[in-house]
């Protein structure tokens, strides 16, 4: 069974950071682009942040880019978003998910991002 | 690159059918057939219903449905039952930056 459980949510500052992870398990992580997904309250589904397999190759929302990094580890089947300069704007649910590309059907649980003083 | 529209809100009675629409470009849904369709629950992470445009995953009643015509994809629910009732949102691939947009979201209100 697939699984991707989240961890690293909280309350931060503005201008603040935070680093999200997510642990896969169930399959062949390296296999499969990872993407971060977040929903602001009250608010539709916004792509964050997409990983390659092998880690080669990262993508960015234009909302993000310059302040949000991507990362993944293979051997310990985890992905990451650090994310500096937070605003208020950034307050949202962010999910990871597995392979976009043709539907994920594998979705973190969701962890919440507070961006506020 | 704005996000896929969709009607805000669509409503139907138990058993009768609905269809969502979800409007792109040319560089989204008319250029590729990663068309995906997800269903969220209040509070809940989003399930997928249909993806590739017409394909359902294990597990997905056959009373979903998917197609797509041009710049227009949309998503059929036949024989509308309560727990039908939800935000929906279609996704999409796109050529170059974002890789990946997804619909306004419509809520179903099934009366």
């Known amino acids: 069974e697939v699984q991707l459980l989240g961890s690293g949510g909280g309350l931060v500052q503005p201008g603040g950071s935070l680093r999200l992870s997510c642990a896969a398990s169930?399959?062949?992580?390296?296999?499969?682009?990872m993407h971060w997904v977040r929903q602001a309250p009250g608010r539709g589904l916004e792509w964050v942040s997409t990983?390659?397999?092998?880690?080669?190759?990262?993508y960015y929302a234009d909302s993000v880019k310059g302040r949000f990094t991507i990362s993944r580890d293979n051997s310990r089947s985890a992905v990451f978003l650090q994310m500096n300069s937070l605003t208020v704007e950034d307050t949202a649910i962010y999910y990871c998910?597995?392979?976009?590309?043709?539907?994920?059907?594998?979705w973190g649980q969701g962890l919440l991002v507070t961006v506020s003083s | 690159q704005s996000a896929l529209t969709q009607p805000a809100s669509v409503s139907g009675s138990p058993g009768q059918s609905i269809t969502i629409s979800c409007t792109g470009t040319g560089r989204d849904v008319g250029a590729y057939d990663y068309v995906s369709w997800y269903q969220q629950h209040p509070g809940e992470a989003p399930k997928l219903m249909i993806y590739d445009v017409t394909y359902r995953p294990s597990g997905v009643s056959d009373r979903f449905s998917g197609s797509k015509s041009g710049n227009t994809a949309s998503l059929t629910i036949s024989g509308l039952q309560t727990e039908d009732e939800a935000d929906y949102y279609c996704s999409s691939y796109t050529s170059g930056t974002p890789r990946y947009v997804f619909g306004t979201g419509t809520w179903v209100t099934v009366l």
């Open positions: 998910a597995k392979d976009l590309l043709e539907g994920s059907e594998s």
């Open positions: 169930g399959f062949t992580f390296s296999d499969y682009a």
């Open positions: 990983i390659s397999g092998n880690g080669g190759s990262t």
